[in-house]
């Protein structure tokens, strides 16, 4: 959806092949930005790696047996590149999310495009915030579960079922953080009022406790409250925005009303 011929082309309009061609050049830059992202991130995996098992070093310390280990020949090596793809979609996504919003928001209205601009620029920080607290909670977790090793034993855990753990947890939390946006964006598309989000706030509060606790482990209630206060508020602030939204949304059909009725 390109620019070029504005000109003598006002309304920006594009045949199917031009939107093909289009695509396939944003989709290229798009791909080499993750190609290069991904192989900075796999010289990155083995630091990110030592990081994420901090938290066995200090229980190490305290004297329970922990080890972090490759269970097999190829692990290694599938963890780091696991690693790698998933830092290569991370540090490209400015890069990435830049060429989708250039080949959609083109063909948007005015206030289509301020829509999906305020989404991204509201859930990408909201997104980044959900995951830091995901990592802040992480040790605590990976604490009291290998606490209950038994006396004699040593807890021997496989370096990609780590891995795992820990990137579901904090994505888990990053994406919960979003969810917010997206009641907001919902009411701002008319699909829900402000007052059915209000209304329905027992439920939200109900949501969050229970993702807090799915996410922590038994036991653990700061950790749970960590992750499900935050949320909580978000929801009320979301609620918030959708109230006003409707206020001046009744406020312009009531001045067109009135208008309607000069007239």
Same mark, same amino acid.
């Given at each position: 959806?390109?620019?070029?011929?504005?000109?003598?082309?006002?309304?920006?309009?594009?045949?199917?092949?031009?939107?093909?061609? %289009?695509?396939?050049?944003?989709?290229?830059?798009?791909?080499?930005?993750?190609?290069?992202?991904?192989?900075?991130?796999?010289?990155?995996?083995?630091?990110?790696?030592?990081?994420?098992?901090?938290?066995?070093?200090?229980?190490?310390?305290?004297?329970?047996?922990? %080890?972090?280990? /490759?269970?097999?020949?190829?692990?290694?090596?599938?963890?780091?590149? $696991?690693?790698?793809?998933?830092?290569?979609?991370?540090?490209?996504?400015?890069?990435?999310?830049?060429?989708?919003?250039?080949?959609?928001?083109?063909?948007?209205?005015?206030? %289509? $495009?301020?829509?999906?601009?305020?989404?991204?620029?509201?859930?990408?920080?909201?997104? /980044?915030?959900?995951?830091?607290?995901?990592?802040?909670?992480?040790?605590?977790?990976?604490?009291?579960?290998?606490?209950?090793?038994?006396?004699?034993?040593?807890?021997?855990?496989?370096?990609?079922?780590?891995?795992?753990?820990?990137?579901?947890?904090?994505?888990?939390?990053?994406?919960?953080?979003?969810?917010?946006?997206?009641?907001?964006?919902?009411?701002?598309?008319?699909?829900?009022?402000?007052?059915?989000?209000?209304?329905?706030?027992?439920?939200?509060?109900?949501?969050?406790?229970?993702?807090?606790?799915?996410?922590?482990?038994?036991?653990? /209630?700061?950790?749970?409250?960590?992750?499900?206060?935050?949320?909580?508020?978000?929801?009320?602030?979301?609620?918030?925005?959708?109230?006003?939204?409707?206020?001046?949304?009744?406020?312009? %059909?009531?001045?067109?009303?009135?208008?309607?009725?000069?007239?």
């Amino acid at each position: 959806m390109a620019r070029k011929g504005r000109q003598s082309n006002p309304e920006a309009t594009m045949r199917l092949a031009g939107h093909l061609r %289009e695509f396939k050049r944003r989709f290229l830059i798009s791909g080499v930005a993750f190609v290069v992202a991904a192989i900075g991130g796999f010289f990155l995996a083995a630091p990110l790696l030592q990081l994420l098992s901090a938290p066995l070093d200090e229980l190490q310390a305290s004297g329970l047996p922990v %080890e972090l280990n /490759v269970t097999n020949i190829t692990q290694a090596l599938d963890v780091q590149m $696991r690693i790698a793809f998933f830092l290569g979609l991370i540090l490209s996504s400015p890069i990435w999310i830049w060429q989708l919003l250039a080949f959609v928001v083109p063909a948007l209205r005015g206030i %289509e $495009r301020r829509y999906v601009l305020g989404f991204i620029a509201a859930a990408v920080p909201l997104f /980044v915030a959900g995951c830091a607290t995901g990592w802040f909670v992480l040790p605590r977790i990976i604490r009291l579960f290998v606490g209950f090793t038994p006396d004699g034993f040593t807890a021997f855990l496989g370096a990609s079922d780590y891995w795992d753990f820990s990137l579901k947890l904090v994505f888990a939390v990053g994406v919960s953080y979003v969810l917010p946006v997206i009641v907001v964006f919902l009411n701002l598309a008319g699909v829900l009022s402000g007052a059915a989000i209000i209304k329905g706030w027992r439920w939200a509060v109900l949501a969050a406790t229970l993702f807090g606790a799915f996410v922590t482990p038994a036991g653990e /209630v700061l950790s749970m409250f960590i992750i499900a206060v935050p949320m909580v508020v978000l929801y009320f602030a979301a609620a918030g925005i959708a109230l006003l939204v409707d206020r001046r949304r009744a406020k312009r %059909e009531s001045a067109l009303e009135s208008s309607g009725a000069a007239a």
